[in-house]
């Protein structure tokens, strides 16, 4: 083997063993968007991730628990630390609401986690336990998150009186409409979307929507 072959491939298998965790999550999050939940493989996520099949069963149990592994990685992680932001963001309810969305943009929707609700629309049938899971770890605790920065508004006077959990349903529910627009619409079509002016856009919508009426 030549000298540059070594050295090309000794990063790899010499990077500390907590550093592969993750990488295998990294390779696995681009085969399922890629591919999907049924059609990945472990041996394939191990390839891509550089490292043999046993490394991965060395963190992971099985294709399920790797995946839970992505998720948690890739949004429950930022849910959580966009609670503890939410409970100590000293200004105003609807700048609260701004500097969330376009951070989640930032942090998700413009990165290949958008992908994941494209797969478990698509996969939901055959694996509803990773449905459940994504509903009771991401859904769920997301959908809190927004009513409580509803009822905060309302009750600090900024935004009008209505029902805090349909609000916090609609105002999540275009942020959902752009990830599956990207990852599964728009590759075959001719429109694009400007995600910043979508984005924009959604807020100056929800600021009418919300507002209290000033007399």
Not at 30 to 40: I, S
Not at 101 to 112: D, S
Request: hydrophobic share 45%; charged share 25%.
């Amino acid at each position: 083997m030549s000298s540059t072959a070594n050295t090309r491939s000794e990063p790899r298998w010499t990077r500390r063993k907590e550093a592969r965790p993750e990488e295998i999550t990294a390779a696995a999050l681009e085969l399922f968007v890629e591919r999907g939940f049924a059609a990945t493989r472990l041996e394939d996520v191990a390839a891509r991730a550089g490292v043999s099949k046993g490394t991965v069963y060395l963190y992971f149990a099985n294709k399920e628990d790797l995946f839970k592994a992505v998720v948690r990685e890739g949004l429950v992680s930022p849910i959580a630390e966009m609670k503890g932001f939410v409970e100590q963001f000293p200004g105003g309810s609807f700048e609260l609401l701004r500097v969330l969305i376009l951070g989640w943009w930032e942090k998700v929707g413009a990165t290949r986690m958008s992908g994941i609700p494209k797969l478990l629309c698509g996969e939901s049938g055959n694996f509803p336990e990773l449905v459940r899971f994504y509903l009771a770890e991401v859904v769920e605790p997301g959908h809190a998150m927004l009513t409580a920065i509803v009822k905060r508004g309302i009750a600090r006077g900024e935004f009008r009186e209505m029902d805090p959990g349909q609000a916090a349903l609609l105002i999540a529910a275009p942020m959902l409409q752009l990830m599956l627009w990207r990852s599964a619409l728009e590759p075959q079509s001719t429109y694009k979307i400007d995600a910043q002016r979508y984005l924009e856009s959604h807020l100056d919508v929800l600021l009418l929507g919300l507002s209290a009426k000033k007399e």
